[in-house]
């Protein structure tokens, strides 16, 4: 057991309650959070190996019996990791029991920030993600089962502290929890917008679904970065766009001070082209009081002119003259140097490989009047200094002198015997300047080694500037607009922002409006109308709202949101033995059991991976539940009858791709605009249909069978006093919901009382037509033309909007106060 674990500090072992109890030898540290009235928590961590870390982490609860886990795609300085440890404040932190582990810049922050914590190590072996799905069958509450496993499959190291932390307890603690009583939940980290990994992989936010390769994706299309450090961190904020208000906003003003003032702009982007992949790099512009101390100590040691050469002597040069002289007249480009410096040593074997270097041109030289030759001396890492002539000087053979002869093409290379010599004196001096001075720069690398924290957070500046500028670099070249950070989510002439870098001009924008009165919207349409390009977009939209990039649109507002699922369709997983149905419900059940009122939800045609039947009964119990949670949901379907059902729910809204359909020339135009109703094209698929070579008598017998399918379903279509009451309610419903964004909004004056009075007269013939029983849909007509708003629009008849209110029945007053306080009760 001593083997397995290790820092291990004594205690004494206890047994808690809810827990199996084991034979153990071993002890148990004694801390002030180990008490009994505190709680007991221990925490598994690991990260990625790579530049940009990933970390996961693992927590269980041993007072309440649940478990927390979480993966982050963190920066440098492990913010986002460390303020999980200081939410869950766990009692003890595991490792993985390796040499490594403990010299990782993961450890030392962790040590830095939370010095008291506890850390413990286990075999490596116990981190394993299979483990972990063995742990969650046997402790998981069965009705979470399938959700925790598909969180499990996206996040390995999450999964993988999980099997580590079990296995810990199990071990070390001897404690064991019973069958199926361990609360196992995923958590996104603090402050970002959680999105998994299917719909990462559906909205193509990282990756093209069609090639691998191909820029054809958000983080294509987004990276416009100078640097790695702000590729890097571009990435991180697409898979976890922030959410909070401040900061968002902050970046927003920042692009767009960066996208109007050009000297500025041009100034960034030229300073940001010199930038290499290190987190050392500074800039003069970051400097803070520990930075400075850092910078005194580098410009101590170092030449201001020493940069990275690519020619070998130039390389082999600068690391000579890299330590700095106290003499400041020095200059590398000269290789011209002082007697005294940092180290005499240094000094004295610099000024012999000086020497040596000026030793071997006058040998040059002298040889070279000695033969009545041009030759010229050249440098390369494998055989130093040598000689080169030209082939078509040299009459005859060359003289015994030289050696090492090689011919190339109309040059010839060769060495003397005095010159390889030199060469030999000329690396010892080099080989001994470069250990003293390798000396030199450990000794100023354990003195700034302090203040690397700071470095790591200048070099985050440096990448959020970098990608701040390329935000500011998509708006110059593209009609991008400044979106709002409001309660609603409203967008004029929106469009697809990778459609519109392929398409360019062809691709049709639309408009997008969704509040608490409309947060469930069921598109419908044809094949290729639309739909998915749509629901799409607006998803897209809200990732780089929250990144603070600008969107393509004319105007934009977005309300804060902390959770984005995508459920795109799907094929079978033949690998798994998963069929497409099998796949598309284990996404939506994750979604239901995570979606909350502060989440997007984009579906994309649900349950067509079975039956019409059981597919459209499915449909319409998972859009139920979607709209009980509150959440703002593009609901894209082929099925019409999910549309006409859901209508008369508050907060439904129908929306359709329009198309052209001509009966004489059977011709369909996709027109690619959104409109309001569900489609009324009745019999779009067999128009699709007409244009493949199918039998006409196929195409007969559907059409026939079509229509009379339809003329059932019309003739089973009924109007009752509760459906007019509901729409009654969600008439008024809409018509508060207005009111409340007018008396916060910003118009006032005239543009109010054009607004209220075109308002009132939409209310009034949506009113007057539900009075009379007519079957008009609120939803499918409320679209009016606007020749006939504009020939009921009478301002002598002006009244206000209460007295219509008044007009309703006692029972639709009684009806509307429940819905407003069942409204309010959930605003609260």
Request: with cysteine.
């Amino acid at each position: 057991m001593s083997s397995l674990l290790t820092d291990v500090p004594p205690s004494e072992m206890r047994p808690r309650p809810g827990f199996s109890q084991r034979t153990y030898t071993g002890t148990r540290p004694t801390t002030s959070g180990t008490s009994i009235v505190s709680q007991e928590v221990i925490c598994a961590i690991s990260e990625s190996r790579g530049v940009s870390p990933t970390v996961g982490l693992a927590f269980v609860n041993l007072s309440t019996s649940e478990a927390v886990l979480c993966q982050i795609c963190d920066s440098n300085s492990y913010a986002r990791a460390i303020n999980k440890l200081a939410v869950f404040e766990p009692t003890e932190l595991l490792f993985m029991n390796t040499p490594s582990a403990r010299q990782t810049m993961l450890y030392d922050t962790i040590q830095h920030n939370i010095p008291d914590l506890i850390i413990s190590s286990i075999g490596r072996r116990y981190w394993s993600d299979r483990a972990s799905q063995e742990y969650v069958d046997k402790l998981a509450f069965p009705e979470e089962l399938e959700s925790i496993r598909g969180s499990l499959e996206s996040h390995y190291f999450a999964a993988c502290c999980l099997a580590a932390v079990l296995k810990y307890i199990e071990l070390q603690l001897d404690l064991t929890f019973t069958f199926h009583s361990l609360r196992i939940k995923f958590e996104a980290s603090q402050g970002s917008i959680m999105i998994d990994l299917s719909t990462t992989a559906s909205l193509e936010l990282i990756q093209n679904l069609q090639n691998a390769k191909s820029r054809d994706c958000l983080f294509g299309l987004l990276n416009e970065t100078l640097t790695p450090m702000g590729s890097r961190l571009l990435r991180t904020n697409i898979l976890q766009p922030p959410t909070e208000q401040e900061r968002i906003a902050a970046r927003h003003d920042a692009v767009e001070e960066l996208s109007t003032i050009e000297d500025m702009f041009f100034a960034i982007r030229e300073a940001l082209k010199n930038f290499i992949d290190a987190d050392k790099v500074l800039t003069s512009a970051c400097a803070t009081s520990n930075y400075q101390s850092i910078k005194n100590a580098i410009d101590e040691t170092l030449n201001d002119d020493v940069v990275y050469q690519r020619k070998p002597l130039d390389l082999r040069n600068q690391r000579t003259y890299a330590i700095k002289v106290r003499n400041a007249n020095y200059s590398v480009t000269k290789l011209i140097k002082s007697q005294t410096g940092v180290n005499s040593l240094l000094d004295v074997a610099r000024q012999a490989y000086k020497e040596s270097n000026a030793d071997a041109a006058e040998f040059v030289s002298v040889l070279s009047e000695r033969h009545n030759l041009t030759l010229e001396l050249k440098y390369d890492t494998s055989r130093s200094y040598y000689i080169s002539l030209s082939a078509f000087e040299l009459e005859g053979v060359l003289p015994d002198e030289f050696i090492n002869v090689v011919k190339r093409r109309d040059r010839i290379e060769c060495q003397t015997l005095d010159l390889v010599k030199l060469n030999q004196r000329i690396l010892d001096s080099h080989y001994e300047v470069i250990s003293m001075s390798d000396q030199a720069v450990q000794e100023l690398l354990e003195k700034i080694c302090e203040g690397v924290p700071d470095l790591f957070k200048i070099s985050e500046a440096i990448a959020t500037l970098d990608m701040l500028s390329a935000f500011a670099h998509l708006v110059t070249i593209q009609e991008y607009v400044r979106p709002e950070i409001t309660d609603v989510l409203a967008i004029k002439s929106g469009r697809h922002p990778l459609h519109e870098k392929i398409l360019k001009d062809k691709l049709v924008p639309n408009d997008t409006y969704a509040a608490q009165q409309s947060r469930f919207q069921i598109i419908t349409g044809c094949n290729m109308s639309g739909k998915s390009t749509y629901i799409r977009s607006i998803a897209l939209m809200a990732i780089m709202a929250h990144i603070g990039c600008f969107v393509p649109a004319d105007y934009a507002s977005f309300p804060i949101i902390h959770q984005l699922f995508a459920r795109a369709a799907t094929v079978d997983e033949i690998n798994a033995s998963v069929s497409t149905f099998a796949v598309e419900m284990r996404e939506i059940s994750y979604i239901l059991r995570n979606v909350d009122g502060r989440s997007l939800v984009i579906v994309d045609e649900l349950g067509r991976g079975t039956s019409t039947t059981d597919g459209l009964a499915i449909a319409i119990a998972i859009a139920e539940a979607l709209l009980d949670s509150h959440a703002l949901v593009w609901f894209a379907t082929h099925f019409r009858d999910l549309a006409r059902i859901m209508s008369e729910r508050s907060g439904v809204v129908n929306l359709s791709l329009s198309v052209e359909l001509s009966q004489e020339s059977s011709k369909m135009t996709m027109l690619y605009k959104v409109q309001e109703g569900h489609v009324q094209e009745k019999f779009y698929g067999l128009a699709l249909a007409k244009f493949l070579p199918f039998p006409p008598q196929v195409l007969d017998i559907a059409q026939r069978v079509s229509m009379h399918l339809y003329k059932i379903a019309e003739d089973g279509a009924t109007t009752s006093k509760a459906l007019r009451t509901s729409r009654k309610r969600n008439l008024v419903l809409q018509l508060r919901e207005q009111l409340l964004q007018a008396h916060n909004g910003t118009i006032d004056g005239e543009e109010l009382r054009q607004w209220l009075k075109r308002l009132q007269d939409d209310f009034a013939m949506k009113l007057a037509a539900l009075e009379i029983g007519d079957d008009m849909d609120p939803v499918d007509d409320g679209a009016l033309d606007d020749q006939e708003q504009e020939s009921k629009s009478d301002e002598d008849s002006f009244e206000p909007v209460e007295d219509y209110e008044k007009r309703l029945s006692t029972e639709d007053v009684d009806l509307v106060s429940e819905q407003n306080t069942e409204e309010e009760m959930w605003n609260m």
